[in-house]
């Protein structure tokens, strides 16, 4: 049985990745089943999206979806931050395959404060693109610190979720995991190309800025060209950007903590956010190198 497991910053294609690949009679995507700090490697079983955590599953809706299936080849996961706790994937999975989404902050930070700013939308209010465009950070660090051991294939969100290349993208995912399209992929695929994915909206001057980093900026500018690229060939783009953000560090925490304290001015909810996600974000500095920037920035929150 192939294992995977797909992570990216929230809202960059995780759903459509993990849909796609379930339409697949033989691949089993579980939505955010297993929380990566405490998966294990035997919930990667049927029997195990069953019973393992099951307050995270309608037991129902996953027995009709295994009855779906044929043999399965291929079995996994798809959980955005699943690059926060990398560590107990490599050590619960580590032959498995990995993929992370990679999409332009701008867009991405649009689509945080959009849902952020709904009131009917169990997006937390204070969770807007700031945290995004930091959290990005944590992705691209995580790529770096990881084992160079570890098959990490980065998949670029245009190719992903184009129309002109989806059909491309199902066939090298599934090559990836040693199958190919069979006609019930196919057919979503040919549903999904007819589907029009609403507009990002307009960035925040906070998104605008990061992505005006030079550093941030070329990088986005290279993944343009991506389609589905081995971490190992493009881990000089990866450390041309760990590069430029180091040699402007202080800056760039300087940029995140006005902003952060400008939002905080507007919106309380950004606060009690920080107070929430400030744990996680301490944890996974430690592990990725960023442990300096990660506590100067929740100081400069709590001045």
């Known amino acids: 049985m192939r294992l995977f497991y797909c992570f990216a910053v929230a809202r960059s294609g995780t759903s459509y990745f993990g849909e796609l690949l379930n339409s697949h009679r033989q691949i089993l995507c ?55 706790q990398t560590g107990n994937l490599v050590a619960q999975i580590p032959g498995a395959q990995f993929f992370a989404i990679i999409r332009d902050v701008r867009q991405v930070g649009a689509s945080w404060n959009a849902r952020a700013k709904n009131p009917t939308d169990s997006w937390p209010a204070g969770m807007v693109s700031l945290f995004a465009d930091i959290e990005f950070l944590f992705l691209i660090f995580a790529l770096f610190t990881l084992p160079p051991e570890i098959d990490v294939r980065l998949v670029n969100y245009r190719y992903l979720v184009s129309p002109e290349s989806m059909d491309d993208c199902a066939t090298n995912l599934c090559g990836l995991l040693g199958l190919e399209p069979d006609e019930s992929m196919r057919e979503f695929v040919r549903a999904s190309r007819s589907y029009r994915r609403p507009p990002s909206g307009k960035p925040a001057a906070i998104d605008e800025e990061f992505y005006s980093l030079p550093f941030v900026r070329q990088f986005l500018t290279n993944v343009e060209g991506w389609k589905i690229e ?25 940029i995140f903590a006005e902003a952060m304290k400008a939002s ?40």
């Open 30 to 84: 579980g939505h955010e089943r297993f929380s990566p700090g405490k998966l294990k490697a035997d919930y990667f079983t049927p029997q195990g999206f069953l019973e393992c955590e099951p307050s995270r599953v309608d037991r129902r809706r996953m027995e009709a979806l295994l009855a779906s299936k044929g043999e399965l080849v291929a079995i996994g996961d798809k959980f955005p931050r699943g690059y926060m």
């Open 264 to 303: 905080f001015a507007s919106n309380p909810a950004t606060r009690e956010y920080v107070l929430r996600i400030r744990a996680l974000y301490r944890q996974a500095a430690k592990s990725m190198r960023l442990l300096r920037f990660t506590r100067e920035l929740l100081q400069a929150a709590q001045s």
């Open 230 to 254: 081995s971490r190992t060939e493009k881990l000089r783009d990866i450390r041309t950007f760990i590069a430029g953000f180091r040699n402007s560090e202080s800056a760039v925490t300087e």
